[in-house]
């Protein structure tokens, strides 16, 4: 009986031993995977980053577009712009206007009729 606990004691030891090393062989290559794995988390969150950056500054290039726009309807509101490749944009700008007082003289119209 005490031969078969010695056995049993040494086969214990020896697995556990075999245990450790390839727990820490294990440990290890976790620890390896984890750094490979922080750095490709690093990689994506600065391309993300980025991304969002450009996207800003073209959104800060759209408003600008939209605000030259403005400023050269006004300019040439006031007969202080005269560019002739813009003629047909001035163009559609005035039936625009010009359907928009239509409608909102319809939307009077149709007021007018429901207060009777």
Do not use: H
């Not at 759209?62 to 813009?86: C, Q, R, V």
């Amino acid at each position: 009986m005490a031969a078969k606990k010695a056995n049993f004691q040494k086969d214990f030891t020896k697995f556990m031993d075999y245990a450790k090393d390839k727990f820490k062989i294990f440990g290890e290559e976790l620890s390896v995977l984890a750094k490979k794995s922080e750095k490709e988390i690093i990689k994506a969150s600065k391309k993300g980053k980025i991304q969002v950056d450009i996207m800003s500054l073209n959104m800060q290039k759209e408003k600008l577009y939209y605000d030259i726009g403005k400023k050269a309807s006004f300019l040439n509101m006031k007969n202080k712009l005269n560019i002739p490749e813009l003629e047909p944009y001035w163009k559609k700008m005035r039936n625009i206007e010009l359907n928009a007082r239509k409608k909102k003289r319809e939307l009077s119209t149709v007021r007018d009729k429901k207060k009777k």
